[in-house]
């Protein structure tokens, strides 16, 4: 009796502790950054430093899901165009849901050798950039959300300003997945 006490006891480990990581491979949403092209082409890179994720069920404006993701800091020179990042996978529970958020806590601009290669102010709105875009996550399917992220020049200010971009952010949207 021990024996097979053990064994479900072990059987039963893995599944707990990939519902725990969010990062299994059955996981029914994911959470990707990409970068719309604006002003990226003025920098050798552009760091931001992303504390937290806020998703939003539909119809309820108390109904907050939050979770840090695994990764937490990312370039977002690589991903102009389709290319896109995963930062976070895991289960949500299926619905509707109709607002994201992306806390964010340091951004670092290097510009282009050509423009200095020095640090470049880039500037966040507020602590977090938000977009009210609905989606639906479905029972035995995974959901690949892209929050798509843009560097704006501010004027001739030589200051850049970082603000999501609501049509190129979605469930629907095209990407290409990198590393």
Known sequence: MKLYLLIAVLGVLPLVAGACTGTDDDANFRFLISDDVNAIDDFSSVNVTISKIG??????????????PDTTEVDLKPLVGENALEIWSGNLTPGEYSKAFIYVSEVNGILTPELGGEKASVKLPSEKLHISRPFVIVEGTTTSFVYDIAVVK??????????????QSGADQEFAEVE
């Open 55 to 68: 998703i939003q069920r539909a119809g309820d404006s108390e109904s907050w899901l939050e979770f840090v």
């Open 154 to 167: 501010a004027g001739q200010s030589g200051q850049y300003i970082l603000l999501p971009q609501i049509a």
